[in-house]
């Protein structure tokens, strides 16, 4: 059932600099996943807009109050942005949704309040993180101040719009930053939204700008910026590699990355309720049709109870509906572009000439539209070699290895590459500690796979999926550097 008619979906195809839309002319169509059709165009800024943007920031962060106010002024502002932005859900919801690979009910039910909430979350810190007072000699006085870095450089990616440049701009403004913010070409337009809200709460104009364009072009420019003091990005790993020597090469910036993955589930035969956790590791791998950092993409299943877990996992793929993102009832996200739906399809299929075989979907789900879907896939008879075990797929594919003890489940969890998150399931506590120990993942699950709504728990890769953390106190502090003090008492009378 339509929840909203995609065509009445409003956007603005502009940048936003200093408070205000910035039009220019456009070069980029962009396509909603769900029917492939284009139905707006997008301004790439080039480096003198990025200039232009950048330089704003400065002022604004140099001359308004927002890093000087109160903390907790600035924390009454994040909140009242907050309190906007879920009064705007439906605005907001469509404006998501109709763009992007998220579904209606998910981004009102979950996208919009997260965001929302996340803001909160960083705002709380604002006045609790100052410095430390260190041991000195009596006659001296030595601290460290926190201090915002200036401005900031975004780069976000398209799986979750709104949620991933939230946890990108929130704890950056928090901690006193301005922020220039590159959402993905192909997502570029709910974020416009945020910042006119962000002004509407009563954030000083150009301490929240967005700037729109490719990566090669807008992306490089802006992380290459000599006023860009620090730049934190998510997206695939590739990119990241090529940010990270970007900011080593252009006034070695800091830089956080949140980057790819490959996410082992291990199912051990004692796990309790093993019907539940197929649904679970299902749900891992199919939610947004598998487009998301964490995606459980191997399960890795103790032989004795593997045919009952790969049968309870096909059983729930098959209650999900593919579906536009503006109906109600679609439980099954669209692949974000047709070219990537192929991308994923030929990556199921020469792992079948290389000895997998398809035990649920295998092929592009048909859909009466021009949209692309996939089927959700489980692979089995995989090698660890095989191009769907090594490479992130981003799409709904789970490969199924099997296991007779724990060291060869350790063994096959730990990838040369990733370490972005690891779910275990078994009822067994001294497995779960040794698991715990021994997995070389940002973040382990047990007995659930996913992310808490608290936001105090940091998020972040090992290895190649990435460096530093998004959300928790740690996202708060990577955007504060601190500044050491020492002071020398005059000398007392008499000394
Ligand atoms: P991507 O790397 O293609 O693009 C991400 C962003 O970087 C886009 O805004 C893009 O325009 C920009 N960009 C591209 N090249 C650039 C360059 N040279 N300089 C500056 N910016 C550049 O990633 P994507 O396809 O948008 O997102 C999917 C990837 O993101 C997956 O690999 C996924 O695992 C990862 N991801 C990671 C997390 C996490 O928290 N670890 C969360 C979400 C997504």
Redesign the pocket.
Known sequence: MPSFHPDQVQVHSAHFIGGQYVAASAALEVRRPSDNRAYASLPVADAELVDRAVENAWQAFKTSNWARQAPRDRARVLRRWADLIEADAAQLAPLEAVGSTRPIANAAAWDIPFTAEGIRFFAEFADKEGGDVAATRSDQFGMTVAEPYGVIGA??????PLV?AS?KIAPALAAGNAVVL??????PFSVLRLAELAIAAGMPPGIFNVIQ????V??????RHPRIAKVT????????S??MA?CAHSGTKPVT?????KSPQLVFADAPDLDKVARMVAGAIAGNAG?????GSRLIVQRSVADLVVAGIAQAFQALRPGHTWDQDSTLSPI?SPADAQRIDGMVQRSVQAGARIAAGGALAPFGGEGAFYQPTILTGVGADMEAVRD?I?GPVLTVQTFDDDDEALALADHPAYG?AAGVHTADIGRVLRCVRQLEA?TVWVNRYGRSDDFVLP???FKR??MGK?LGRQAYEANLRHKTVLIDFAPESGA
């Open positions: 780069i976000a990616p398209w799986n979750f991933m946890w590159k959402p993905s070409e192909l997502t364009g490719d990566g090669r807008t992306g490089d420019a802006l992380v990005f998510t997206g695939s790993t590739r990119t990241g090529a940010i970007a990355l949140e980057l790819g993955g487009q998301v950092c964490v995606a974000i992130e981003f972005l940002g998020t972040g890769g999926s990435g998004d």
